[in-house]
């Protein structure tokens, strides 16, 4: 990385892209507020760019003239905001101005996600691709529950891997419980569970760490106010707690970090598996 900020992409000898990595940029990439425009700014080259059939689905990320990371997949990277950030439906959007979105309440006991009870959530992977990192996570449904699992690398300055909800087109009320239950199956790693209680992208994450034993089926309650507010790992000073009444999202991440610099003491690199079978309230 040059001081000014830049990291050159360069893919060929005829090819060479530009990308400016601010903080600012990156972040409008991964929220609402990003714009295509954006991207086609940030990739303009001093030399003009032809037409060509050829194909460029990976770039490698060259940090100092002379040294090249790890290759960082830009397909993948595009699917990820693709995925979350859709614009939404016009009738959402509707009901939304207009005060009449719909909420669904769930009492004590009642079933937020399992794979006989979806409740149309969807689910995406969301890695550290959208930093400049290689590590790769899938969720996929099985008779057992979803199956969390893939790949962490700590390579191009990355480590972590999540799956997250699509925004949910009816806000959850769960007003009428102390806290979420996850039952699960891991490989001995700490995880994080992150509920949102707004429909900002990069708004407030409500965080709680929970431990897995290898191999082994585990059921583990979160209460609502043991959640910290956080963005990026860091602990925010927030005088307001969580709005159990309009629960927004649900994550579940895999990280070599816990909260502000603290490394996860229980994370490993490299291939992990976490099943999970179902989340309610209680």
Known sequence: MHSSGE???PSCPRLKLKLMLRADFFFRLVTSD????DLRRAFRSPDPLRASSRRVSRVVVQAQAGSEREPWD????????LTFNAPPSPAKVLAKVFGSEKVTTLDKGETLWSVNETNDIDWG???DVVMGGVSVSSFEISSQGGIFSGNISESNNGGFAGVRTKVFDSPFDLSKCAGIKIKFKGDGQRMK???RDDSDWNGIAWTATFDTDANRQRETRIPFSTLKATKY????DTTSGFNSSNVCAVQLVLSKFEFEKDLNPKFKPGRFEFTLIDISTY
């Open 74 to 81: 830009f397909g993948r990277f595009a699917q990820t905001l």
């Open 193 to 195: 569970l992150v509920l």
């Open 125 to 127: 992977s969301l890695d």
């Open 233 to 236: 790992a860091k602990i925010l």
């Open 34 to 37: 990003f714009h295509f425009a």
């Open 7 to 9: 990291v050159y992409f």
